[in-house]
């Protein structure tokens, strides 16, 4: 019976692969920004039904529609969380373009990808960046450059907080959270060491029930400010939303 289970979980989340596949192939090209996010958010909602995740809003600081959106990032589903609450034009690490279907599907989505250690490459995104926050859309990268265990928050790197000074926007830090039913951390969501993509999915897809809780906190003024000033602000106020009692990681009943 759970084999039965978890082939019918697989079949779902390819068909619902090859319904985000044709979205981005026939509808995205001519679709407006408005549309293209409820798209977005319909789909990644939908999608982490079918990997039992269950998102919430946690209290906390309304969400700007403009700004630059900073979070900490511990699993694949990750943008696809921020994404069912809060669509946004994601910078991600290179890796994710290589994640079957997804990779494409995200990309497909206006993800914009950089390239370890290519400074000219970053350069290069970096007024892509400006230019995208300069017409008044929300866009969102994970500061950390990698995945880290949940509870932890490993230093942000400043370089692409420098765009949020130079298009005057906001920075919006969010902090993330994936519990159990007792309200601790999920142990199947981590997504460090040797573990892959595929064997990451499977074991979300064998386990229970998950809640990702997503807090939107109060937003850093760019104005004046260094990149590095920022980077510290931010990383200090999701590690803050993340201590055990605090924020997201209070124990519910």
């Known amino acids: 019976m759970l084999r039965l289970r978890l082939a019918w979980r697989l079949v779902r989340v390819v068909l ?42 946690a209290p906390g600081a309304p969400v700007l529609e403009h700004a630059l959106c900073v979070s900490n990032h511990v699993s694949w589903l990750d943008i696809f969380v921020i994404n069912s609450l809060h669509p946004c034009r994601f910078v991600a690490k290179a890796e994710i373009r290589a994640w079957p279907v997804l990779g494409w599907l995200v990309a497909a989505a206006g993800t914009v990808f950089i390239a370890r250690g290519n400074r000219r490459e970053l350069r290069h995104i970096f007024k892509g960046i400006v230019s995208v926050l300069e017409q008044g859309e929300r866009v969102a990268f994970f500061p950390e ?37 007792a309200g601790n951390w ?25 809640r990702a809780r997503l807090t939107c906190l109060a937003p850093l003024d760019a104005a004046g400010a260094h990149r590095r000033e920022l980077a510290t602000a931010a990383h200090d106020a999701v590690a803050s939303a993340l201590k055990p009692g605090v924020g997201l990681c209070r124990v519910d009943s």
């Open 145 to 181: 450059g990698t995945v880290a265990r949940q509870g932890q928050v490993l230093p942000f790197h400043a370089n692409l907080f420098e765009a949020a000074i130079d298009a005057a926007v906001l920075v919006q830090p969010c902090a993330l959270a994936y519990l159990d039913e």
């Open 16 to 57: 619902h692969l090859l319904v985000g596949l044709a979205t981005c192939a026939l509808v995205f090209p001519w679709a407006r920004r408005k549309l293209r996010d409820a798209l977005t958010r319909r789909w990644s909602r939908r999608l982490l039904a079918i990997c039992k995740v269950r998102v919430e809003q």
């Open 186 to 210: 999920h142990p199947n969501v981590d997504y460090v060491g040797e573990i892959t993509f595929v064997d990451s999915i499977m074991t979300i897809l064998r386990g229970g029930p998950i």
